[in-house]
Protein backbone atom coordinates (compact mmCIF):
# COMPACT_ATOMS: atom_id res chain seq x y z
CA UNK A 1 0.00 0.00 0.00
CA UNK A 2 1.52 3.43 -0.69
CA UNK A 3 1.51 5.79 1.97
CA UNK A 4 1.04 9.55 0.75
CA UNK A 5 3.76 12.07 2.87
CA UNK A 6 1.84 15.48 3.80
CA UNK A 7 3.50 16.99 0.83
CA UNK A 8 6.45 16.64 -1.32
CA UNK A 9 9.12 18.52 0.56
CA UNK A 10 8.79 16.00 3.45
CA UNK A 11 8.98 12.70 0.72
CA UNK A 12 11.79 14.55 -0.41
CA UNK A 13 13.66 14.98 2.98
CA UNK A 14 12.96 11.07 3.72
CA UNK A 15 14.37 9.98 0.76
CA UNK A 16 17.54 12.06 1.32
CA UNK A 17 17.80 11.18 4.96
CA UNK A 18 16.48 7.82 4.96
CA UNK A 19 18.03 6.40 1.46
CA UNK A 20 14.13 5.52 0.96
CA UNK A 21 12.58 5.52 -2.23
CA UNK A 22 9.32 8.34 -2.66
CA UNK A 23 6.33 6.88 -3.28
CA UNK A 24 6.48 7.41 -6.84
CA UNK A 25 9.29 4.90 -7.76
CA UNK A 26 11.01 2.03 -7.08
CA UNK A 27 12.60 1.25 -3.68
CA UNK A 28 16.00 2.82 -4.04
CA UNK A 29 19.49 0.54 -3.95
CA UNK A 30 22.86 1.85 -2.02
CA UNK A 31 25.63 2.11 -3.87
CA UNK A 32 28.05 -0.07 -3.69
CA UNK A 33 31.37 0.37 -2.04
CA UNK A 34 34.14 -0.50 -4.74
CA UNK A 35 36.59 -0.94 -1.71
CA UNK A 36 34.53 -4.07 -0.76
CA UNK A 37 33.81 -5.06 -4.56
CA UNK A 38 37.86 -5.36 -4.75
CA UNK A 39 38.06 -7.23 -1.17
CA UNK A 40 35.82 -9.86 -2.66
CA UNK A 41 37.58 -10.07 -5.99
CA UNK A 42 40.43 -10.61 -4.17
CA UNK A 43 39.19 -13.03 -2.37
CA UNK A 44 37.23 -14.96 -5.47
CA UNK A 45 40.41 -14.96 -7.32
CA UNK A 46 42.59 -17.17 -4.95
CA UNK A 47 39.75 -20.00 -4.68
CA UNK A 48 39.34 -21.66 -7.91
CA UNK A 49 36.80 -19.40 -9.33
CA UNK A 50 36.14 -21.70 -12.77
CA UNK A 51 35.19 -24.69 -10.65
CA UNK A 52 31.78 -25.73 -10.22
CA UNK A 53 29.23 -23.95 -7.89
CA UNK A 54 27.24 -26.82 -6.18
CA UNK A 55 24.27 -25.87 -4.93
CA UNK A 56 23.32 -27.60 -1.72
CA UNK A 57 20.57 -29.78 -1.24
CA UNK A 58 19.03 -31.50 1.40
CA UNK A 59 18.69 -35.46 1.72
CA UNK A 60 15.86 -36.80 -0.87
CA UNK A 61 16.05 -33.54 -2.78
CA UNK A 62 15.30 -33.73 -6.79
CA UNK A 63 18.46 -33.68 -8.65
CA UNK A 64 19.59 -29.91 -10.00
CA UNK A 65 19.05 -29.42 -13.21
CA UNK A 66 22.48 -27.94 -14.73
CA UNK A 67 22.41 -26.47 -18.09
CA UNK A 68 24.81 -27.14 -20.37
CA UNK A 69 25.09 -24.08 -22.35
CA UNK A 70 25.20 -21.78 -18.96
CA UNK A 71 26.93 -24.43 -16.32
CA UNK A 72 27.20 -22.84 -12.87
CA UNK A 73 31.14 -21.93 -11.93
CA UNK A 74 31.72 -20.12 -8.29
CA UNK A 75 32.65 -17.21 -10.50
CA UNK A 76 29.83 -17.17 -12.85
CA UNK A 77 27.48 -17.59 -9.82
CA UNK A 78 28.89 -14.29 -7.97
CA UNK A 79 28.99 -12.00 -10.96
CA UNK A 80 25.42 -12.54 -11.69
CA UNK A 81 24.88 -12.00 -7.60
CA UNK A 82 27.50 -8.69 -7.62
CA UNK A 83 24.66 -7.79 -10.85
CA UNK A 84 21.78 -8.61 -8.99
CA UNK A 85 22.34 -6.32 -6.05
CA UNK A 86 24.18 -3.43 -8.08
CA UNK A 87 22.11 -0.64 -9.07
CA UNK A 88 24.66 -0.07 -11.43
CA UNK A 89 22.14 -1.86 -13.72
CA UNK A 90 19.52 0.73 -13.92
CA UNK A 91 19.78 3.87 -15.96
CA UNK A 92 19.69 6.30 -13.34
CA UNK A 93 21.52 3.85 -11.00
CA UNK A 94 18.96 3.67 -8.07
CA UNK A 95 17.86 0.39 -8.82
CA UNK A 96 18.56 -3.24 -9.10
CA UNK A 97 17.06 -6.36 -9.41
CA UNK A 98 16.99 -6.84 -5.54
CA UNK A 99 14.80 -3.31 -5.27
CA UNK A 100 11.55 -5.57 -6.22
CA UNK A 101 13.19 -9.47 -5.40
CA UNK A 102 13.55 -8.73 -1.52
CA UNK A 103 15.26 -11.86 -0.39
CA UNK A 104 13.18 -11.49 3.29
CA UNK A 105 10.14 -11.36 1.49
CA UNK A 106 10.70 -14.68 -0.34
CA UNK A 107 12.08 -12.67 -3.39
CA UNK A 108 8.90 -10.63 -4.32
CA UNK A 109 8.47 -7.12 -2.96
CA UNK A 110 4.71 -7.03 -1.28
CA UNK A 111 3.06 -4.38 -3.94
CA UNK A 112 0.18 -4.67 -6.03
CA UNK A 113 2.71 -3.38 -9.30
CA UNK A 114 6.34 -2.45 -8.44
CA UNK A 115 7.06 0.89 -9.67
CA UNK A 116 10.25 1.12 -11.92
CA UNK A 117 12.94 4.18 -11.57
CA UNK A 118 10.25 6.87 -12.82
CA UNK A 119 7.75 5.84 -11.16
CA UNK A 120 5.33 3.75 -13.73
CA UNK A 121 3.97 0.08 -12.40
CA UNK A 122 4.34 -2.53 -14.39
CA UNK A 123 0.86 -3.49 -14.55
CA UNK A 124 1.55 -7.25 -12.82
CA UNK A 125 2.54 -8.36 -9.70
CA UNK A 126 6.31 -9.14 -9.29
CA UNK A 127 6.95 -13.27 -9.28
CA UNK A 128 8.38 -14.58 -6.29
CA UNK A 129 12.19 -16.32 -7.58
CA UNK A 130 12.76 -19.80 -5.97
CA UNK A 131 13.44 -22.94 -7.73
CA UNK A 132 13.78 -21.85 -11.05
CA UNK A 133 16.09 -24.05 -12.32
CA UNK A 134 13.62 -26.13 -13.00
CA UNK A 135 11.50 -24.14 -14.87
CA UNK A 136 10.91 -23.80 -18.37
CA UNK A 137 9.48 -19.59 -19.47
CA UNK A 138 9.48 -16.89 -17.74
CA UNK A 139 7.00 -13.98 -16.78
CA UNK A 140 3.32 -14.65 -16.20
CA UNK A 141 3.27 -14.21 -19.57
CA UNK A 142 5.86 -17.35 -20.58
CA UNK A 143 7.80 -14.59 -23.11
CA UNK A 144 11.44 -15.38 -21.67
CA UNK A 145 12.52 -18.84 -22.95
CA UNK A 146 15.07 -19.33 -20.71
CA UNK A 147 16.69 -17.34 -16.94
CA UNK A 148 19.43 -16.26 -19.39
CA UNK A 149 16.61 -14.12 -21.60
CA UNK A 150 14.57 -13.20 -18.84
CA UNK A 151 17.19 -11.66 -17.14
CA UNK A 152 18.12 -8.90 -19.51
CA UNK A 153 14.27 -8.07 -20.51
CA UNK A 154 13.84 -5.96 -17.05
CA UNK A 155 17.65 -4.11 -17.31
CA UNK A 156 16.01 -2.65 -20.53
CA UNK A 157 12.45 -2.13 -20.14
CA UNK A 158 11.17 1.66 -20.31
CA UNK A 159 9.12 1.14 -16.92
CA UNK A 160 11.53 -0.82 -15.38
CA UNK A 161 15.27 -0.14 -15.33
CA UNK A 162 15.60 1.39 -18.44
CA UNK A 163 19.15 0.95 -19.02
CA UNK A 164 19.92 0.76 -22.87
CA UNK A 165 22.43 -2.37 -23.10
CA UNK A 166 25.09 -0.44 -24.50
CA UNK A 167 24.77 1.91 -22.11
CA UNK A 168 25.12 -0.85 -19.28
CA UNK A 169 28.51 -2.49 -21.38
CA UNK A 170 30.25 1.01 -21.00
CA UNK A 171 29.52 1.36 -17.66
CA UNK A 172 30.89 -1.70 -16.38
CA UNK A 173 33.55 -1.45 -19.24
CA UNK A 174 34.75 1.51 -17.68
CA UNK A 175 34.61 0.27 -13.67
CA UNK A 176 37.70 -0.76 -11.76
CA UNK A 177 36.39 -3.90 -11.00
CA UNK A 178 34.08 -5.21 -12.93
CA UNK A 179 35.86 -6.21 -16.27
CA UNK A 180 38.72 -8.16 -14.27
CA UNK A 181 35.28 -10.26 -13.18
CA UNK A 182 33.96 -10.98 -15.99
CA UNK A 183 37.74 -12.07 -16.80
CA UNK A 184 37.17 -14.95 -13.80
CA UNK A 185 34.10 -15.61 -14.91
CA UNK A 186 34.18 -16.02 -18.27
CA UNK A 187 37.72 -16.51 -19.04
CA UNK A 188 38.54 -12.74 -21.04
CA UNK A 189 37.28 -9.23 -19.90
CA UNK A 190 34.96 -8.96 -22.50
CA UNK A 191 31.44 -7.89 -21.13
CA UNK A 192 28.64 -8.60 -23.54
CA UNK A 193 24.74 -8.98 -23.36
CA UNK A 194 24.80 -12.66 -23.40
CA UNK A 195 27.60 -12.85 -20.75
CA UNK A 196 25.17 -10.48 -18.35
CA UNK A 197 22.55 -12.56 -18.70
CA UNK A 198 24.28 -15.51 -18.67
CA UNK A 199 25.50 -14.56 -15.23
CA UNK A 200 22.19 -13.26 -13.30
CA UNK A 201 20.88 -16.43 -14.86
CA UNK A 202 23.47 -18.62 -13.25
CA UNK A 203 22.69 -16.95 -10.24
CA UNK A 204 18.95 -16.97 -9.70
CA UNK A 205 19.17 -20.70 -11.31
CA UNK A 206 21.50 -21.17 -7.74
CA UNK A 207 18.71 -19.95 -5.40
CA UNK A 208 16.88 -22.98 -4.00
CA UNK A 209 14.39 -23.99 -1.38
CA UNK A 210 13.61 -27.06 -0.15
CA UNK A 211 13.56 -26.78 3.72
CA UNK A 212 9.90 -25.92 4.64
CA UNK A 213 8.10 -27.52 7.25
CA UNK A 214 6.07 -29.41 4.04
CA UNK A 215 9.39 -30.96 2.85
CA UNK A 216 9.96 -32.76 6.31
CA UNK A 217 6.75 -33.92 6.25
CA UNK A 218 6.63 -34.94 2.51
CA UNK A 219 10.41 -36.65 4.04
CA UNK A 220 8.36 -39.16 6.26
CA UNK A 221 5.83 -39.65 3.66
CA UNK A 222 8.34 -41.23 1.34
CA UNK A 223 10.23 -42.51 3.57
CA UNK A 224 13.41 -40.38 4.22
CA UNK A 225 12.54 -39.46 7.63
CA UNK A 226 10.77 -41.36 10.77
CA UNK A 227 7.64 -39.59 12.39
CA UNK A 228 9.80 -38.96 15.41
CA UNK A 229 11.89 -36.84 13.78
CA UNK A 230 10.21 -34.25 12.69
CA UNK A 231 7.79 -32.12 15.35
CA UNK A 232 4.96 -33.86 16.02
CA UNK A 233 2.72 -30.62 15.83
CA UNK A 234 3.49 -31.16 12.09
CA UNK A 235 2.20 -34.84 11.93
CA UNK A 236 -1.34 -34.74 11.28
CA UNK A 237 -0.42 -32.62 7.99
CA UNK A 238 1.15 -35.42 6.34
CA UNK A 239 -0.89 -35.34 3.29
CA UNK A 240 -0.83 -39.31 3.44
CA UNK A 241 -3.11 -39.00 6.23
CA UNK A 242 -5.25 -35.78 5.40
CA UNK A 243 -9.00 -36.36 4.93
CA UNK A 244 -10.60 -37.07 1.48
CA UNK A 245 -11.76 -33.08 0.81
CA UNK A 246 -8.09 -31.55 1.64
CA UNK A 247 -6.52 -33.87 -0.42
CA UNK A 248 -8.43 -33.57 -3.22
CA UNK A 249 -8.64 -29.86 -3.23
CA UNK A 250 -4.69 -29.90 -3.53
CA UNK A 251 -4.77 -31.97 -5.85
CA UNK A 252 -6.54 -29.83 -7.94
CA UNK A 253 -4.03 -26.98 -7.02
CA UNK A 254 -1.29 -28.98 -7.87
CA UNK A 255 -2.84 -29.49 -11.32
CA UNK A 256 -1.47 -25.95 -12.69
CA UNK A 257 1.18 -25.48 -9.41
CA UNK A 258 3.21 -27.93 -10.14
CA UNK A 259 6.83 -28.80 -9.08
CA UNK A 260 9.99 -31.01 -8.53
CA UNK A 261 8.84 -34.33 -6.42
CA UNK A 262 11.80 -35.42 -4.94
CA UNK A 263 12.49 -37.80 -7.49
CA UNK A 264 12.46 -35.09 -10.49
CA UNK A 265 8.98 -35.63 -11.64
CA UNK A 266 6.31 -32.95 -12.14
CA UNK A 267 4.04 -33.19 -8.93
CA UNK A 268 1.68 -31.36 -6.28
CA UNK A 269 3.17 -28.08 -3.99
CA UNK A 270 6.95 -28.85 -3.25
CA UNK A 271 9.00 -27.52 -5.83
CA UNK A 272 9.53 -24.73 -8.85
CA UNK A 273 7.55 -23.26 -11.31
CA UNK A 274 6.33 -24.85 -14.28
CA UNK A 275 4.28 -23.36 -17.54
CA UNK A 276 0.63 -24.01 -17.00
CA UNK A 277 -0.31 -22.37 -20.35
CA UNK A 278 1.26 -20.43 -23.34
CA UNK A 279 0.56 -17.04 -21.49
CA UNK A 280 -0.42 -15.95 -25.20
CA UNK A 281 -4.20 -16.70 -25.00
CA UNK A 282 -6.61 -14.00 -23.59
CA UNK A 283 -6.79 -14.35 -19.60
CA UNK A 284 -3.89 -16.89 -19.42
CA UNK A 285 -0.82 -17.14 -17.22
CA UNK A 286 2.05 -18.87 -15.51
CA UNK A 287 0.97 -20.31 -12.35
CA UNK A 288 3.53 -19.42 -9.65
CA UNK A 289 4.98 -21.43 -7.22
CA UNK A 290 2.97 -21.82 -3.68
CA UNK A 291 6.80 -22.18 -2.38
CA UNK A 292 6.79 -19.79 0.25
CA UNK A 293 3.16 -18.13 -0.82
CA UNK A 294 1.91 -16.91 2.49
CA UNK A 295 5.47 -14.28 2.44
CA UNK A 296 4.10 -13.07 -0.89
CA UNK A 297 1.10 -10.72 -0.82
CA UNK A 298 -0.79 -9.35 -3.20
CA UNK A 299 -1.91 -11.81 -5.23
CA UNK A 300 -2.54 -12.74 -8.88
CA UNK A 301 -0.92 -11.46 -12.15
CA UNK A 302 -2.51 -8.13 -10.71
CA UNK A 303 -2.41 -8.82 -7.32
CA UNK A 304 -6.13 -8.56 -6.84
CA UNK A 305 -6.03 -10.56 -3.73
CA UNK A 306 -4.28 -9.09 -0.03
CA UNK A 307 -4.56 -12.18 1.74
CA UNK A 308 -4.16 -15.88 0.87
CA UNK A 309 -8.02 -15.99 2.53
CA UNK A 310 -9.14 -14.23 -0.78
CA UNK A 311 -7.50 -16.16 -3.35
CA UNK A 312 -9.04 -19.67 -1.57
CA UNK A 313 -12.55 -17.53 -1.91
CA UNK A 314 -12.18 -16.90 -5.22
CA UNK A 315 -11.56 -20.43 -6.01
CA UNK A 316 -13.99 -21.99 -3.88
CA UNK A 317 -16.74 -20.17 -5.54
CA UNK A 318 -15.88 -16.93 -7.45
CA UNK A 319 -14.21 -18.30 -10.79
CA UNK A 320 -16.17 -16.55 -13.46
CA UNK A 321 -16.28 -17.99 -17.43
CA UNK A 322 -14.39 -17.17 -20.02
CA UNK A 323 -12.66 -18.97 -23.29
CA UNK A 324 -9.34 -19.42 -21.78
CA UNK A 325 -10.48 -20.86 -18.62
CA UNK A 326 -8.35 -23.98 -17.39
CA UNK A 327 -10.40 -27.54 -17.76
CA UNK A 328 -9.33 -28.22 -14.53
CA UNK A 329 -11.18 -25.08 -13.34
CA UNK A 330 -14.34 -26.60 -14.82
CA UNK A 331 -17.03 -28.82 -13.83
CA UNK A 332 -17.87 -32.09 -16.14
CA UNK A 333 -21.18 -29.74 -17.03
CA UNK A 334 -18.60 -26.75 -18.93
CA UNK A 335 -19.50 -24.64 -16.23
CA UNK A 336 -17.16 -23.00 -13.45
CA UNK A 337 -15.79 -25.55 -10.51
CA UNK A 338 -17.58 -24.47 -7.04
CA UNK A 339 -15.23 -26.36 -4.33
CA UNK A 340 -18.10 -25.32 -1.43
CA UNK A 341 -15.55 -26.17 0.51
CA UNK A 342 -16.46 -25.95 4.49
CA UNK A 343 -14.88 -23.63 7.33
CA UNK A 344 -12.72 -26.78 8.58
CA UNK A 345 -11.42 -27.06 5.21
CA UNK A 346 -10.37 -23.68 4.56
CA UNK A 347 -8.34 -23.69 7.53
CA UNK A 348 -6.59 -26.97 6.57
CA UNK A 349 -5.43 -25.84 3.25
CA UNK A 350 -4.51 -22.65 4.77
CA UNK A 351 -1.83 -24.02 6.97
CA UNK A 352 -0.73 -26.18 4.43
CA UNK A 353 0.23 -23.06 2.19
CA UNK A 354 1.73 -21.88 5.24
CA UNK A 355 3.63 -24.47 6.19
CA UNK A 356 5.22 -23.70 2.52
CA UNK A 357 6.89 -21.10 4.01
CA UNK A 358 10.64 -21.78 3.57
CA UNK A 359 12.89 -19.73 6.17
CA UNK A 360 16.29 -20.82 5.31
CA UNK A 361 15.78 -19.51 2.02
CA UNK A 362 15.05 -16.29 3.73
CA UNK A 363 18.49 -16.07 5.96
CA UNK A 364 20.80 -17.94 3.56
CA UNK A 365 23.95 -15.43 3.15
CA UNK A 366 24.64 -17.69 -0.29
CA UNK A 367 21.53 -15.57 -1.71
CA UNK A 368 22.02 -11.83 -0.04
CA UNK A 369 23.64 -8.71 -0.45
CA UNK A 370 27.86 -9.75 -0.97
CA UNK A 371 28.45 -5.72 -0.51
CA UNK A 372 26.66 -5.33 3.49
Not at 6 to 28: D, K, N, Q, Y
Not at 292 to 304: C, E, V
Amino acid sequence: MRIFALTVAMTSLAALFFGCASPERGEISPPVPLAKQQELYETLRNRDPQAPHLVELPPGSPEFPQNPKNPLTKAGVQLGRWLFYDPIISGDNTMSCSSCHVQSLGFADRKRFSPGIHGQNMGRNTMALANLAWSRNFFWDGRAPSLEAQAVIPIQEPKELDQPMTGLIEELKRHPVYPAMFGLAFGNTEITEERIGRAIGQFVASIVSFEAPLDEIERVDVGLKREDEISPEFLEFRLTKADKITKDTLNLCAKCHRGVDRHGNATGLYGGYRMANNGLEQGQFKAPTLRNIALTPPYMHDGRFDTLEEVLDHYDHGVKDFGGLSPALREANEQPKKLNLSPEAKKKILIYLNLMTDKALLQNKNYSNPFR
